[in-house]
Each structure stands twice: as C-alpha cells, then as structure tokens.
C-alpha cells in the first residue's frame, strides 16, 4: 500500500491558485492557449491583487 505524502500547506495553496487561474483563464479565453500565455496570465492576474 502506498501512503500518500503530506505536502505542505503552502505548497497547496500555490497549486490551488494555478489550478483556479487555468480554469479562469479557459473559461473566458477558451481552450488552446500555449502554456507560457497562461503562466503570463498568472502572473498578471495575480500582481493586480
């Protein structure tokens, strides 16, 4: 049986932020963007807060 590692809260959150940007960015842009746009888009995003 393999035992899940526990991964640190922080680590978690920056996953989740991704994983919601990669949905916002699909949602309103569509399907199809190239990986670097979507990290640009991130970032952009993120930096308004």
Not at 17 to 45: C, D, M, R, T, W
């Amino acid at each position: 049986m393999v035992t899940p590692l526990e991964i640190p809260e922080s680590t978690e959150w920056i996953a989740k932020q991704v994983i919601n940007a990669a949905f916002v960015v699909h949602k309103e842009l569509g399907p199809g963007l190239l990986e670097s746009s979507v990290s640009l888009l991130y970032l952009l995003v993120n930096n308004r807060k």
